[in-house]
C-alpha cells in the first residue's frame, strides 16, 4: 500500500492563445495494489494513472549504473503490447528491452552485453526489411560510433540474439543527441539523420542494398553550424504540404530541394527537445520546443499569416527533457507529454505532465507525478489495452531504476 502524493486542491491550467485562464477544480487520490491512482480534471476527460517501479517490483533495473541515456518504445515481439528498450552508458548490458508478461510485470532481456557509451534519441526501423523492427542508436561524448541492431524476431529466448552492425565510426564526430529515420529526399528509400554537437553537423546516411553485410553506411554531412550551445532535439513531419518528409530540429525545419537540404528557421532555440504535429487543424503542423538541457518556456509554434508565431505552454520548466505529441486520452485532439529531469535538473521537484488539448490552442494541465524524475521519458500502450501510457526513465537522479504509469 501507498500512500497520495498530492493533497488539496488541484489546480488546473487553460492555456489559450490570447492568454491564461486558471481552474480550480478538486482532485481525489485513491490507493490500490498498483499503486497511487490519481484522477479529477472530469470537465476535460482526465484519466487516472496506476504508478508501478523498479522499486517496488515491477521490473528489474536495466543495470547497476546510473547514466540512464536513452529509451525507445516499440512492438518488439509483435503480440500488440508495446515492449521499451533502455540504454545505460557505465556498464554491461548497456541496451535492454522489457516485455509485458501475464502477471502484469515487464520482462527485461538483454540485447547488447559490452558496455557502450550511447546518447539519447536513437530510432526504430525496419532496417533490413524481414518485417521487424530494428533499433538505431548513437555515442556520446566519448563515442563516435552510430550502430544499428538486428531483431531477431521470432527468437526471443533462443541461444540467437540481437547483434549489432555499424553505420559509422572512426570520424571524430561525437555527442551525437538525437536521430530519426525518413525518406527526407523523396527517392523512396528512408534514410537516417542525426546531429553531431562536437562536428556541430547534421548527418545524413543512406541505408545501404544490403544492410546486414555493409561495414558501413554512406554517410554526408548536411548542414552545419559555427556558434551556439549544440544543436539537438529532432522529429519527422511534411512540415509543408509537398508531399515529401522533412528533419525539424534545433529550431529550425530542412526541406530537401534542388539536390540539397535548405534550414528554415522556426524559433532561436537550438538546444531543446522538439515534437511535432496537428494541434490546430488545417495548414502547416505545429511544432513544440522544450528545453531539455536548459531551463527555459515550452512553447509551441504555429505557421501563421507567413510566419512561425510562438506561444508559450508554460513559462519555465527544468531540463523538460522528455517531450512528445499524442493523443494520450483518445479524445482526437493531440496532447503535449512533458517531464522534467531530475539531476541535473528539479530533483524532489521534478514533474512528469500532461497538457491536454481542448480546440485551437487551448490546453489544460495535469500534473501527474511530482519527484519521479525523466529523462527522454516516451509513450506508449505498455499494458495492451489500447491506450496510452507512460515509461518514465530517469538518467542519474533515482538510477537504476524505472517508472511506468498505466492509464486507467
Known sequence: MGTPILSGSHRTIVQRRGGIMAINRRWQASVGL???VLWGLAAVGQAG????????GAMEPPNGGNQQTACLVLDIDQNGTDDFVIAERTQGPSVVWYARQGDGTWKRRVIETTPLHIEAGGDVFDIDGDGDLDIVFCGDWKDDGVWWWENPHPNHDGPEGWVRRTIKSGDGARYQHDCRFGDFDGDGRAELA???QTAKKLFLADIPTDPRRAKAWDCREIWSYTDGPGHEGMDVADVDGDGTVDIVGAGY?????????????????PSTRCAVGQIIPG??????LSPGDSDGPVEWYEWKDGAWAGHTLLRRAIHAH?????????????DVFVA???SPGAGAKARTMIFRGLDRGRFAREIVAVGKANH?????DLDGDGDVDIIGKPYSYGAPGLHIWLQD
Open 49 to 56: 494513472w496506476a504508478y508501478r517501479s523498479s522499486a517496488d
Open 322 to 334: 522528455s517531450l512528445a505529441l499524442r493523443d494520450i486520452n483518445g479524445d482526437g485532439r493531440l
Open 194 to 196: 542525426w546531429w553531431s
Open 253 to 269: 525545419w530542412f526541406k530537401y530541394a534542388v539536390g540539397r537540404f535548405q534550414a528554415h528557421l522556426i524559433a532561436p532555440r
Open 34 to 36: 498498483a499503486g497511487v
Open 340 to 342: 522534467e529531469m531530475g
Open 376 to 380: 527522454e521519458s516516451r509513450l506508449g
Open 283 to 288: 495548414g502547416r503542423p505545429e511544432v513544440v
